[in-house]
């Protein structure tokens, strides 16, 4: 049982990036799914959460209108878009699911954790 994300890189400021975090061992159309981004000496942030009662989607006022999380349940797979990044944006990114919540604003202590990758904005 294990998340792993993927899809990062260097990009320049306003460009976009989609980070895809692909489940194995469960079924991800059950479960939701956070997404959160640690930058060098920073704490751990949340960045975005699709729920798993209805698919709703929810996002800190640092990122709405830039980033979009969806799922593709046939892959297995939640993906965030990311639009018009900027320097500030540079951290790794993480994706999580806690079997016991419907939505995640925070990175959880239980369930399963994917292992980041890491963003870099950058002119």
């Known amino acids: 049982v294990q998340l792993q994300a993927s899809g990062g890189g260097l990009v320049q400021p306003g460009e976009s990036l989609r980070l895809s975090c692909v489940a194995s061992?469960?079924?991800?159309?059950?479960?939701?799914i956070g997404w959160f981004r640690q930058a060098p000496g920073k704490e751990r942030e949340w960045v975005s959460c699709?729920?798993?009662?209805?698919?709703?989607?929810y996002y800190p006022d640092s990122v709405k209108g830039r980033f979009t999380i969806s799922k593709d349940d046939a892959k297995n797979t939640v993906y965030l878009e990311m639009n018009a990044l900027k320097p500030d944006d540079t951290a790794k990114y993480y994706c999580?699911?806690?079997?016991?919540?419907?939505?995640?604003?925070?990175?959880?202590?239980?369930?399963?954790r994917g292992q980041g990758t890491l963003v870099t904005v950058s002119s």
């Open positions: 999580a699911t806690d079997p016991s919540l419907p939505c995640l604003y925070s990175y959880p202590n239980n369930g399963v």
């Open positions: 061992g469960f079924f991800l159309d059950y479960y939701a």
């Open positions: 699709i729920s798993s009662t209805d698919g709703s989607t």
